[in-house]
């Protein structure tokens, strides 16, 4: 078996296009739907995530801002900032784009956002929302991780997904998701991590298998089955003298290998990183609407 790719800069394609109509909605009611970003410090990866973010916001219409602070800002400096942003009816959204440099405990600065334009999903109170099943801001590569499934024709509805990686990002509200009790849901889900004693032994056994680790190759063609449909999360920069930038992404799975015998898988990159993107489109759309109780 050859794999099917799943084209997520197509799939995101669409997301987007379903969005211009809402945005023109909003505008007859004269609402322009607004995204602030916090970018504090140099982070080369997170400059380049906020600018291609901000970016696609353009793209559809969002008005965005990005408020940069210096690597040295104090967390109260920062924690004042989200408070005016958050007071601020010009921001239906207010993402403060992480890492937060060493000195500042991210866990008090995502809880100063209000939950209200928590567009990232990561307030406790967003994620505490999911667990109960309750309608609110999805996170972005979660979210998009679940459309990509829907949307290619292999639904979660009564699979077994194995979602190797736990973290609150992505692992862990990936497996709440996508164990909901609804539709594009409804899966039998196992989370692995590196408490897994086998960690083949729990691939083998999905019918969907999302990598989210961080950790180039880790699953090999031996720890799938055939027919598998795989999702890589991962993105992982290796050496490659031929690239201009002496690197190039790799997602956690040994793609060439996997896809002989996977049935669908996602390219990396190609594959998730664009559905985040466009998933914060989504919710900061959501925001400007009414919120995630008004859908
Ligand atoms: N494409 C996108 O849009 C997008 C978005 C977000 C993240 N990512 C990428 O996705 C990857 C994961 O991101 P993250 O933020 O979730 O990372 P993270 O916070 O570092 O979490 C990694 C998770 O993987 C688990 N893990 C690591 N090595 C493992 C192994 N050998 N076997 C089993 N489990 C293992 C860890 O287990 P423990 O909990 O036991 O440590 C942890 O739960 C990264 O490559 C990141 O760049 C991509």
């Excluded at 906020?50 to 924690?79: F, H, Y």
């Excluded at 100063?112 to 590569?141: C, E, F």
């Amino acid at each position: 078996m050859t794999a099917r790719i799943i084209d997520g800069k197509a799939i995101a394609k669409d997301v987007r296009a379903e969005l211009i109509p809402r945005v023109q909605a909003l505008g007859k009611r004269g609402i322009t739907p607004g995204l602030a970003f916090v970018l504090v410090g140099e982070h080369p990866a997170s400059v380049t995530y906020v600018k291609g973010k901000a970016k696609d916001c353009a793209e559809v219409g969002i008005e965005s801002e990005t408020i940069r602070l210096p690597e040295d800002t104090a967390q109260q400096q920062v924690i004042e900032l989200v408070q005016r942003l958050n007071a601020d009816d010009v921001w239906h959204g207010v993402l403060v784009q992480l890492p937060l440099p060493d000195h500042m405990d991210e866990e008090a600065v995502i809880a100063t956002v209000d939950p209200a334009k928590d567009v990232d999903g990561i307030h406790p109170q967003s994620m505490g929302k999911l667990m109960r099943g309750l309608p609110t801001y999805l996170g972005a590569t979660p979210h998009g991780v679940q459309q990509l499934l829907v949307r290619s024709g292999n639904p979660p509805d009564g699979k077994h997904v194995v979602v190797c990686g736990r973290s609150n990002l992505v692992g862990k509200p990936l497996a709440v998701l996508l164990a909901q009790k609804r539709a594009g849901a409804n899966a039998t889900v196992t989370v692995c991590h590196t408490g897994t004693p086998d960690l083949g032994e729990m691939t083998r056994q999905a019918d969907i298998l999302v990598t989210a680790m961080g950790r180039a190759g880790t699953i090999t063609a031996d720890m799938v089955r055939e027919g598998v449909v795989v999702i890589d999360v991962g993105m992982n920069a290796i050496p490659d003298a031929t690239k201009k930038s002496g690197h190039r992404l790799v997602g956690d799975v040994d793609f060439d290998a996997v896809s002989e015998k996977a049935s669908a898988i996602t390219p990396v990159p190609g594959g998730v990183g664009p559905m985040t993107r466009a998933m914060l489109l989504v919710n900061t759309v959501i925001a400007a609407e009414g919120g995630p109780d008004s859908q």
